[in-house]
C-alpha cells in the first residue's frame, strides 16, 4: 500500500513540476556546473528611485533604444535596448525566486509601468533601477579587464553565441533584438569571468583569518557549542494544560539539574510520570534534548544566551516565550569554540509531510527513491536529476547544497554526514522537520568550516576594495534621459 501511493504522488508531483520547468532547464543541466553559474542572472540590490515614462524617439529608422548608449566607459557601452534585457533577467528571477503565495509580486498580465511596488515607486521602476546598477557593474569590470589585458576564457566567451536558446524571447520588452542579447552577454560574461579571476587570485594570510576570527563581532559566526534545553507549554484558560505558574515551578526545579546525565534523567522521569510513552519512546524523546555542535543564530534567544560568552558549561537559564506561551530551560554542556569541522557538500531530495500525510509516510517514499535510484547507474547526476524532478525543496538545483558547515544542522543529519567513514557517494534517508529528505553525500571542504568563513569575508573584503579601484578608473558616463526608455516587460 504504502509504495503505490507514493509512487502515485511522486508521478503527480513530477508531472506538475514538468510543467512549469522552463524548457531552457533541460539544456541547463547538461552543462557543467560552472556554466550554470555564468548564466544565472545576478541580482543587484535595488534602490526606490523613480523612473518617469518616456516615448520611443526615433532618428531616421534607427530608434534611440539602438543608437545611443544610455551607460558607458571608454571601451565599452550598453544601449536602453541591452538594459532592457538586463532589466527582464531580473524581472524574471524575480519571479522565480518569489512562489509563494504571501510574496510580494506584481501582476504578470499587467504593465510593470502601471502597478506600484510601494507608494513611490511602480514596479517597473523598481527592476529598470536594480538593471541600471547591474550594467554599470559589468561596464566597470569590463573596463578593468580591459586595462588589465585580461582575455576571457573561450568557453566563456563561447556561451555568448548559444544565449538566445536560454531564454523565452516571446516575453523581451519589444526593443530587445537578438543582437543586444547576445553583445549584453558577451559584457556581462566578460566581466562575470574577470570577477571570478580576480577572487581566485586574492590570498588572505593567517594572520587576517586571526585578525578576523578574534573581532567580537565576528567570532561567535565561527564557533559551535553544545547544549540540553526542554520547553515547558502552558496555557492558562485550559484546565487540563498547565498554567504558567506549574511551568515555571517546573522550570526553576529542572534548571537544578546542571549535567547532561541529570537533565536526561529528570525529562525521562518527568515524561514517565505525566505520559504513557513506552520506554523506547521515552529514550527516543529524550535524545532530541541535545544539540550537538550548533552554530551562533542571530535573534535567537538560546542561541544568544550560549554565545554570549557569559555562560559557562555547566551554566543553566530559563527563557520565557510569552507569545508561543512556553518556557524552556536550557543547559550549556560545552562552551563556544572554533568550529573545526569541514563544511560539506550534498544533495538532497525532500518529501513533506503535508504532501504524503505522515512522516512515516514521507519516509516510505524517500526509501522507495532510494531503492529506483539504486537501481539505476547510482550517480551523482542521476540524483540530481531525480532532485530536480521530485524533491519539494524548489530553491536548489539538482537538491544541492554546497559547503554546509556542522552547526547549521540538526543532530541526526549531523552524526550522518560529518562521520569520519563518510565517503562521496553514500545515500541515506534522513528525518526532515518537513518530512523526510532522501540524501546523497557529495564530498567535504579542504579547509575547517571557521576557516572557510574567514577566507570567504576577507576574499569579499579584498575584492570589494579592488572594485571601488575600477569604479573610480572606470570613468563611467551615464544619460538619466535614455534611461527613461529601458522597459523590463512586453507589456505597454
Known sequence: MANKKTSEKQKMLAEQRKAKRREGEKTERKKSRRKKGILAAAICVVSAAVIAGGCVWTVKTQPLTHMLPVEKTEHYSLNAA???FYSWQIYQQYLNNNTSSSDKKPDAET???KQNYD?????????TDAARDYAQNILILCEAA????YTPDEAVTGLAKSALDEFDSSTFPSCVKDEDVTHAMELYLTAWDYSQYIRENISVTEE???DYYTDPENTKTMQVCSYESFSFAYDDSSETALSSTEAQELARDLRRCNTRDSFEKWVHDYYAENTTLTEEELQSQVSTLYAESMGYTEGDSLSEWAFSGDAKAGDTTILTDDTNKKITVALLVSEPERDEACPVTLRQILFTSNTYGSSADAKAAAE?????????????DSFASLAS???EDTSTDGGLYS???????ITSWKQWCFDPSRKAGDVTVLNSTYGACLVYYVSADTLPSWEQTATDALTEEHYADQFDTFEKNANLKTSDTLMKLVKADSQK
Open 146 to 149: 580591459h586595462e588589465a589585458n
Open 403 to 409: 559547503n554546509v558547515p556542522q552547526g547549521q544542522m
Open 82 to 84: 541591452e538594459i532592457s
Open 119 to 127: 507608494n513611490d515607486t511602480t514596479w517597473e521602476a523598481y527592476f
Open 389 to 391: 524532478s521530485y524533491s
Open 111 to 113: 504593465a510593470l509601468s
Open 368 to 380: 522507495d527513491m532510494q531503492k529506483q535510484w539504486e537501481a539505476g547507474d547510482r550517480t551523482e
Open 208 to 210: 587576517e583569518m586571526e
